[in-house]
């Protein structure tokens, strides 16, 4: 049986300079200079180890004891102390592992994947405004399902859209705790939906204005002005608004513009700059826009950078419309449905859109360009109140 506790007080007093065992891997080292240390000495996997347990001055034998048995039952238990230690160090320099700035640390991470690394801060929106007010103070360890419903109960069913969006949010946010090594529990969320249930929200299409009645609003837009000419170019090309708003002169390049990949959706990098397909009529308002042209831009704002995203949108409102720039996608989808023989992969195309299984998609090489080239040169003939009634074909 290994001896403890060998030592005195009056005999550590009384010993000049050398290395004393209490007994257990405890010691007391005697320095000439006159200081004195004690440390540990354990076995973990076949290799042994020293950590020191602090000065003579500082720690009592009764505390060095106490100490010794915390590190020696850590050893029995398979574990290297020393590496504890330095954890429980690390943890203790650490801020407070708040929800609030663990949300903090995953959007930092993730920023680089995001269109412009997350400054216009749709990503962290949902959980800023409908997570982090109720819940950022809380310590990530100890979230449960419960707090996660009673946060998003109130908007649920009435702002679905933005209940999903913080749902996986927080479901990113958690996934990260745990890589950092936190103890979370990583179905809080998945829990939560089931206490929430499925929402009762009717998701409401944007409004969209009729194919046919896109000719007669296009000629309305007969000013040369930033406004009115980048929502000709958004219905002529069938694009959301963020190209077109950012549409560069180095993009063009004869009667195709190539859209990169990080301004179409998505995240940054994840998506294929995208080739469009540029009309007689597009190629038109792209040479009126040239004089607004600044930096490259040919859609700037007023003040700097380009045109907001509203700007457009605002128009339609001005004139008391319900449809919205967006519904010209629906439109032009629509006519390609009803009135041309556009197949299914090549109409998908037009809009951005994936059609196909993955292996169909990792065997398709190409981009329809051609055949779009056709469908869009007629879509420009429609809107601009010619063959107006007549069904395209490709073939």
Not at 303 to 330: C, N, Q, W, Y
Request: charged share 30%; proline share 5%; glycine share 8%.
């Amino acid at each position: 049986m290994v001896a403890l506790n060998k030592l005195s007080v009056v005999e550590i007093k009384a010993s000049g300079p050398g290395k004393y065992s209490d007994g257990g891997g405890l010691w007391l080292h005697k320095r000439e200079d006159g200081g004195s240390q004690w440390f540990l000495r354990v076995t973990v996997n076949g290799r042994r180890r020293e950590m020191g347990l602090g000065k003579l001055e500082d720690v009592s034998l009764k505390e060095a004891r106490r100490s010794a048995e915390k590190w020696r039952a850590m050893v029995r238990d398979g574990k290297d102390p020393i590496k504890e230690r330095e954890h429980l160090k690390r943890e203790a320099a650490k801020p407070e592992n708040t929800l609030a700035n663990i949300a903090a640390d995953a959007f930092e991470s993730r920023k680089a994947e995001l269109k412009g690394d997350g400054k216009a801060g749709r990503w962290f929106s949902p959980l800023k405004l409908h997570v982090l007010p109720k819940l950022g103070k809380m310590p990530v360890e100890e979230l449960d399902q419960q707090d996660i419903k009673n946060t998003l109960a109130p908007i649920w069913h009435t702002k679905a859209d933005t209940a999903r969006k913080a749902m996986n949010r927080l479901g990113i946010v958690m996934r990260h705790a745990a890589a950092l090594g936190l103890d979370v529990d990583l179905q809080a969320t998945e829990k939560a939906k089931a206490l929430l249930g499925r929402t009762r929200h009717v998701p409401k299409n944007i409004p969209a204005m009729a194919w046919q009645e896109v000719p007669a609003f296009y000629k309305t837009l007969e000013e040369p002005t930033v406004t009115h000419l980048a929502l000709r170019l958004l219905i002529l090309t069938g694009l959301r608004s963020s190209p077109v708003r950012f549409m560069h002169l180095d993009q063009i390049d004869g009667n195709v513009w190539t859209v990169p990949g990080e301004v179409i959706k998505g995240r940054k990098g994840k998506t294929q700059d995208f080739r469009v397909p540029l009309s007689s009529e597009a190629l038109t308002v792209i040479e009126l826009a040239k004089p607004h042209e600044r930096g490259g831009y040919l859609f700037p704002s007023k003040r700097k950078g380009v045109i907001s995203d509203a700007t457009m949108a605002r128009l339609m409102e001005r004139r008391d419309m319900t449809d919205r720039p967006h519904g010209f996608r629906s439109s032009l989808r629509t006519w390609m449905a009803e009135a041309t023989d556009a197949p299914h992969e090549v109409a998908e195309t037009v809009l951005q859109h994936t059609a196909g299984t993955s292996v169909q998609l990792a065997y398709r090489r190409t981009d329809y360009l051609e055949q779009r080239r056709v469908l869009m040169e007629r879509w420009a003939q429609l809107v601009t109140g010619q063959n107006a009634g007549q069904v395209v074909k490709l073939a």
